[in-house]
């Protein structure tokens, strides 16, 4: 039995279609199921049972005997969320509830972490984790992530093995739901539908030109291809960088859908919204070289080959992974 929280977002639905694709039936999906067009999301997977988020420890302290693994990929994940009680409920507290349960019934625990505790990279993107402390993220959100990788390494007690994943910019199917937070080759790709063309962010920064804003984007195939690699592997506990260890820049991302698409790049610039503009990341770029230090060795596709696969398998077709 696997168990897998936030199984009706983004990456926690794809993580499904993995698995599922490996063999593993035997899943344990739990989430808030209070929203049906995230719910699309696993709908035509298989799996043994939905539990409300609620109610996920009493089941637990029921249940642990039968389960083998715990990914742990639920959050609050809205980058422009400031109820810092809602992010502690649900980023950290809900997480060291998650923890202490693999501590306590000897369970390995995979969790999401997050690009955004490294703020405006003062101290670059190496997952590092004497450096947790002198992180800066860029907002609430970015500080519950880091907290919690913060308590993580401060505890006397750990599973047996454990391991947090710093994702980057992911991209690709089952993100529908998103909408605001939702990836700029999805925005793109609608925007090109209504409009013909796609309004990107101006750089307030006058290190960046418009467009030019570079983030490490990483398909989110490439997640699950990671998240499945530290199922089996079960050693070398840390926080670790998940990214494709490239940055590109807004504008590749753009032109590459509208390529996808067969069109011509059609793009105009906006202000960048104000209630981020202070509290964007104008560069990020995972520094891969722990992971691949520990024998982690696939591939992981360029922005073109992922944003193709994207647009001409998902995105056009409204299809999920």
Same mark, same amino acid.
């Given at each position: ?11 926690? /639905? ?6 599922? /694709? ?70 950290? *507290? ?9 501590? *306590? ?52 007690? /750990? ?8 994702? %980057? ?19 793109? %790709? ?26 490490? %984007? ?18 070398? /506990? ?7 260890? *490239? ?35 104008? %560069?990020? *770029? ?36």
């Amino acid at each position: 039995m696997i168990v897998i929280t936030g199984a009706a977002g983004f990456i926690g /639905s794809c993580l499904i279609q993995k698995l599922n /694709s490996e063999g593993f039936y035997d899943l344990v999906l739990v989430d808030d199921f209070s929203r049906p067009e995230q719910n699309k999301n696993f709908e035509d997977k298989r799996y043994s049972q939905l539990v409300d988020r609620n109610i996920f420890f009493d089941w637990i302290h029921q249940n642990h005997l039968h389960i083998q693994f715990i990914f742990h990929l639920g959050a609050r994940t809205d980058t422009t969320e400031f109820d810092r009680a809602l992010l502690d409920e649900l980023n950290l *507290e809900y997480s060291k509830k998650v923890w202490n349960a693999c501590v *306590e019934f000897g369970l390995p625990l995979v969790y999401a972490s997050s690009a955004a505790t490294y703020g405006l990279g003062e101290k670059g993107y190496d997952d590092e984790e004497s450096a947790l402390p002198d992180l800066k993220p860029l907002n609430p959100y970015g500080e519950s992530k880091n907290e919690f990788d913060i308590w993580a390494l401060q505890q006397d007690r /750990s599973p047996y093995f454990w391991t947090g994943l710093k994702f %980057f910019n992911v991209y690709g199917p089952n993100e529908y739901h998103k909408k605001r937070m939702a990836s700029v080759v999805f925005h793109t %790709f609608n925007q090109i539908k209504e409009t013909g063309g796609m309004k990107l962010f101006q750089s307030h920064n006058a290190r960046f030109k418009d467009g030019e804003q570079m983030r490490d %984007f990483v398909y989110v195939k490439d997640v699950t291809e990671v998240l499945y690699f530290f199922m089996h592997h079960r050693k070398d /506990s840390g926080i670790y960088n998940l990214g494709s260890g *490239e940055a590109r820049t807004f504008l590749d991302l753009a032109n590459n859908t509208f390529r996808a698409l067969g069109r011509e790049p059609q793009i105009t610039f906006i202000p960048t919204p104000e209630d981020i503009r202070d509290k964007y990341q104008y %560069f990020t *770029e995972a520094n891969m070289n722990k992971l691949r230090s520990i024998g982690y060795t696939k591939p992981f596709h360029t922005l073109e080959e992922g944003v193709t696969d994207y647009v001409t398998n998902y995105l056009v077709s409204g299809s999920y992974l």
